[in-house]
């Protein structure tokens, strides 16, 4: 079955780096986009940006260009998220998701089982 | 940017009743409307696709309608287990995607 894990719960300081893993299974890696979706405490969801997993081409939300970078790694079907320049708003639980459908006609599913960063000094 | 706004952010309800969850977009959307579930500690599963499109496996007590920028999630005959926030997501400005602010749903 389509299955998305995630890495682990990461403790960060401000101002570090976090990089967060998606490992595939169970479809073809190249033939979905994947996004990423963060969730701070208590709040909604807040769209982050998505990549090719064929062309590594990417797309990101505005309020975090300069500070998120996806890429991935088409030899054991992951995706990574990096996130720089760590504050204290970037705690979240972060998903990924993976694109289904046609554009416009898509949404995301199946999606990770999120991994929690918290950013603390 | 297109907005979402949903309403209400927070409703109760018992057993048995239907409950009805609107979502507004800032702009026309066409049918590009999406609406997930999210259970306390767990990733958000998808429900209605495209405005209207229940997807596979959800149960037929869910159902979207709406198009331009009024849409509606009505869960009819409410199960204890449907406790949740619910949230909708347009796509027409893929690659760009927005959420609503969320709808959680209590049980009486």
């Known amino acids: 079955q389509v299955q998305l894990v995630q890495s682990g719960a990461e403790v960060k300081k401000p101002g570090a780096s976090v990089r967060v893993s998606c490992k595939a299974s169970g479809y073809t890696f190249t033939d979905y986009y994947m996004h990423w979706v963060r969730q701070a405490p208590g709040q909604g969801l807040e769209w982050m940006g998505w990549?090719?997993?064929?062309?590594?081409?990417?797309i990101y939300a505005q309020n975090l260009q300069g500070r998120v970078t996806l890429t991935r790694d088409t030899s054991i079907t992951t995706v990574y998220l990096e996130l720089s320049r760590l504050r204290s708003d970037d705690t979240a639980v972060y998903y990924c998701?993976?694109?289904?459908?046609?554009?416009?006609?898509?949404?995301?599913?199946?999606w990770g089982q999120g991994t929690l960063v918290t950013v603390s000094s | 940017d297109i907005q979402m706004t949903q309403s209400p952010s927070s409703l109760s309800a018992s057993v048995g009743d239907t409950v009805t969850i609107t979502c507004r977009a800032s702009?026309?959307?066409?049918?590009?409307l999406n609406w997930y579930q999210q259970k306390p500690g767990k990733a958000p599963k998808v429900l209605i696709h495209d405005a209207s499109s229940l997807q596979s496996g959800v149960p037929s007590r869910f159902s979207g309608s709406g198009s331009g920028t009024d849409f509606t999630l009505s869960i009819s005959s409410l199960q204890p287990e449907d406790v949740a926030t619910y949230y909708c997501?347009?796509?027409?400005?893929?690659?760009?995607?927005?959420f609503g602010q969320g709808t959680k749903l209590e049980i009486k």
């Open positions: 997501q347009q796509s027409y400005s893929t690659p760009l995607h927005t």
């Open positions: 990549i090719n997993p064929k062309s590594g081409g990417t």
């Open positions: 998701a993976r694109d289904v459908g046609t554009p416009p006609e898509n949404w995301f599913d199946p």
């Open positions: 702009q026309s959307i066409s049918s590009y």
